[in-house]
């Protein structure tokens, strides 16, 4: 019998899409945030080095990629301590996303907690394994029968930072319940506002949120959006080393290993903070451009502290508001795409390049005289 998926959301897009590139000037496509600026040459230096790849890789991941996702932890997210068999490789982190309920076991009667505005990953990974969605955000109204909860830090779409103190609290709601709390964490390296401006965004894996215990506790993690490695497909899940085994046992029988020059190219991109801290500045720059852009033209920006998009509004509806978009040849996402039904939001993404950017703005400008 086939899943019953909700139909793919984007598919929805296409025709707004038609109209944004019928602009003279061309497209401004704002509505996905895949990386356009080149991988760093100190990653592809160590793919081609590892290019003779005939042996299977090794789905634990390399002795040399664990130990440099537990030194990544402990210099850039405050996590000291992590041991290599509380690592594990990913192909990205979606398949993870996606795949993590049915691999623990979730099935009918059981509660997958995501949070209100979502990536639609989380809901798709309960769909899979036959558990019900519960969209909230506050750890009280979290059912009995939830099994696993999803906290998205910083957020995609709203860049949402949760602090300590919530993560804290989250954590403790999940104990209560006997539930696994993941969170996912792509976005901690692109923070732009205070407190955390400078910075990474708090891990659930510090210990000052988990205090000093890691059981039932993951955080996920992808170098799509650090590294410009959205094509290579790294990410790496750690935390509960019961949990890491529980995932690497399955992960065996069916074969999800990472290949073995992405693989080197993760060591690579996690021993080297330069590439990101230049890549941060260059989407700093962007989201600059974007935003006074979208404020001058009526918009609120809504969260947005950290992440690659801005969640804004003009309090219409979110398709009006794309079509708008789409006249100017722009073209941005919906709100309704990630969990509300009646949004008033859509997702600017600043994955372009200044050159797009700079054309948006000046459609903006042009649009509201």
Known sequence: MALSLPEFPWDALVPFGDRARAHPDGIVDLSVGSPVDATPSVIRDAVIAAADAHSYPQTAGTPALREAIVAWFERRRGVAGLAGGQVLPTIGSKELI?????????????????????????????????????????????????????????????????????????????RELGAV????????????????????TPSILDPAVVAGHLGSVLAVYSLSKQSNLAGYRAGFVAGDSDLIGELLAVRKHIGLMPPAPVQAAMVAALSDDEHVAEQRERYRGRRTVLREALERAGFTIDHSEAGLYLWATRRDEAWTTVGEMAALGILCAPGTFYGIDDSRHVRFAITTTDERIAAAASRLAASSN
Do not use: K
């Open 181 to 200: 709390i993941v969170s996912d964490e792509c976005y901690a390296e692109l923070a732009w506002d205070a407190p955390w401006a400078g910075a990474p």
């Open 98 to 174: 996606a795949g993590l309920p049915l691999w623990l076991g979730l099935g009918a009667g059981d509660v997958v907690v995501q949070p209100r505005t979502a990536y639609p990953t989380y809901a798709i990974g309960a769909a899979l394994a036959g558990a019900t969605v519960h969209a909230g955000d506050d750890p009280a109204e979290w059912p009995q029968a939830t099994r696993l909860v999803w906290l998205n830090s910083p957020g995609n779409p709203d860049g949402r930072v949760l602090g300590v103190d919530e993560l804290r609290a989250a954590v403790a709601r999940a």
